[in-house]
């Protein structure tokens, strides 16, 4: 069984920074992609930036030039660095990584979520 567990949300003034982890855990042989994803109130989920197994990131126009999305793999865990914050970033944060297992299967994982609320 493989899981995410996110950690790094809270409560930031605008133009504060966050950084938030989502770290794997279980029975993991390779995790290739990650993603960041974040849903406001009212809005569908939007996908924020992502980093390939390889270290191609790509991002959101909303956040690019605030955000980097970074990759430990010795760690199996996966950052997002958030700088300049707005209060339009108050969102729900959630992460993605497709994961290898070693029983040989290929699944995307979820993090549970965490709140990131920018505001003064």
């Known amino acids: 069984q493989v899981q995410l567990v996110e950690s790094g949300g809270g409560l930031v003034q605008p133009g504060g920074s966050l950084r938030l982890s989502c770290a794997a855990s279980?029975?993991?042989?390779?995790?290739?992609?990650m993603d960041w994803y974040r849903q406001a109130p009212g809005k569908q989920r939007e996908r924020i930036a992502g980093?390939?197994?390889?270290?191609?990131?790509d991002y959101a126009d909303s956040v690019k030039g605030r955000f980097t999305i970074s990759r430990d793999n010795a760690k199996n865990t996966g950052y997002l660095q958030m700088n300049s914050l707005k209060p339009e970033d108050t969102a729900v944060y959630y992460c993605?990584?497709?994961?290898?297992?070693?029983?040989?299967?290929?699944?995307?994982?979820w993090g549970q979520g965490i709140q990131v609320t920018v505001s003064s």
């Open positions: 980093i390939s197994s390889g270290g191609i990131t």
């Open positions: 279980g029975n993991i042989f390779s995790i290739y992609g």
């Open positions: 993605k990584q497709l994961i290898g297992d070693t029983y040989g299967l290929t699944k995307t994982y």
